[in-house]
């Protein structure tokens, strides 16, 4: 649980994280999905990820989407790993410049 929001994992495969995340009241569900591809140069990894609200959602969320994926991502410590690099902007990411993320 991060800010009352609870995650839930739905599969961890070898390339792939699928979760749910859902509201506090239980009126915002989202899919979120983390895919994993090795990179050639660094022998490190390259991942993407995709949050998709289930429900009707405004472009003055605060970013939703964008958060989900932050968040889980900071509050793993991935944020903070040597290497760690975000490649974002609004036109990957709807609401990416409106974003607030509290971890």
């Known amino acids: 649980m991060i800010c009352g929001f609870v995650f839930q994992l739905v599969a961890a495969l070898p390339l792939s994280i699928l979760a749910n995340h859902t ?28 949050s998709s609200s289930l429900g009707f959602t405004t472009l003055l969320d605060g970013g939703l989407n964008y958060c989900n994926l932050f968040n889980l991502l900071s509050a793993s410590g991935l944020t903070s790993a040597p290497g760690y690099m975000e490649l974002t ?15």
Request: net charge neutral; aromatic share 10%; charged share 15%.
């Open 23 to 50: 509201s506090p009241d239980g009126l915002q569900t989202e899919t979120i999905t983390f895919t994993f591809r090795p990179t050639v140069l660094t022998g490190g990894c390259r991942v993407s990820g995709l």
């Open 89 to 103: 902007n609004e036109w990957a990411c709807l609401g990416y410049g409106l974003a607030t993320c509290k971890a």
